[in-house]
């Protein structure tokens, strides 16, 4: 992962550089919890993988993590 040369901690999270002192430590479910999504409708991918729903409070997210964040939206007629 490029953290730009500037030497400091980075996470990755939906393409964004984030500072690791920001997120680093927090669960999958923290985070998400915080960042406004609603953990039912979402699917997390953390370093390729794919983080089953039940672990999200299990799953801590550590210095050089790329993280994906996907939710659903549902559609309707037009």
Known sequence: MNNEGKGEPM???NGEQVEASKVVGKTLLAYVTEAGYDPVGIVIEKNMEI???ED???????DGDVIEILHFVGGGQF
Request: glycine share 0%; hydrophobic share 55%.
């Open 51 to 53: 983080i089953h729903r």
């Open 11 to 13: 996470v990755q999270i």
């Open 56 to 62: 999200f409070d299990k799953v801590n997210i550590a």
